[in-house]
């Protein structure tokens, strides 16, 4: 299994897994902490990831969530948050 490939099963840590999808969808080895905008994520990359991301978690981001948490590390806490809270 190509656990870069975001639409197939998720490694055990989610942010090793974002950082996989994200690679995947940009085509490029992506820096946790920098703006995932500034590394080639595209308009069709947020719709990608979106998907990707709601394919796992069963979340919903939109882009002004991935706009407004620009980076692997606050995506992750993000994703940990919605998920806690259930939202």
């Known amino acids: 299994m190509d656990q870069t ?3 197939q099963g998720p490694p055990t840590d989610d942010r090793a897994w974002l950082l996989d999808a994200c690679a995947a969808i940009t085509d490029q080895p ?7 905008f500034e590394q080639g994520l595209t308009s069709l990359g947020v719709v990608r990831l979106s ?34 809270s259930g939202v």
């Open 5 to 7: 490939d975001p639409r």
């Open 51 to 84: 998907g990707a991301i709601q394919r796992r978690h069963g979340l919903r981001l939109g882009a002004v969530d991935l706009h407004d948490h620009p980076t692997v590390t606050q995506l992750s806490a993000l994703i940990a948050d919605r998920k806690e």
């Open 30 to 36: 992506v820096d946790a902490d920098a703006n995932l």
